[in-house]
């Protein structure tokens, strides 16, 4: 019943900007944790970026701070992802993720996934 669309992932070139977006559709009673992960050719899956709960500030990995910037509309259940200063080891597969109750166990969230957006960056 639950779906998560993303979209946004583009190629650009080293130093460019790209915004991702994912929003959450279907019936459930309340979105808590919200990020952004990310999986490179031959690489493990990693956080890239979090609001843990709403109103708390976002944690970002090393790699990213100072370039990328989470924030959410809770009003369209959507979350974004603004990166900037974009370089070739960005390149990789993006995927959002969001903790989720259900009406029918409004206090059991679960994790759900996007489809993975490409964000490729090369010259």
């Known amino acids: 019943q639950v779906q998560l669309g993303e979209s946004g992932g583009d190629l650009v070139e080293p130093g460019g900007s790209l915004r991702l977006s994912c929003a959450a559709s279907?019936?459930?009673?309340?979105?808590?944790?919200v990020a952004w992960y990310r999986q490179a050719p031959g690489k493990q899956r990693e956080l890239v970026a979090v609001?843990?709960?709403?109103?708390?500030?976002?944690d970002y990995a090393d790699s990213v701070k100072g370039r990328y910037t989470i924030s959410r509309d809770n009003a369209k259940n959507t979350v974004y992802l603004q990166m900037n200063n974009l370089k070739p080891e960005d390149t990789a597969v993006y995927y959002c993720k969001m903790t989720i109750a259900t009406m029918d166990q409004k206090f059991d969230y679960k994790p759900y996934w996007g489809q993975g957006t490409q964000v490729t960056v090369s010259s």
């Open positions: 279907g019936s459930f009673f309340n979105i808590n944790q």
């Open positions: 609001i843990i709960t709403p109103g708390r500030a976002p």
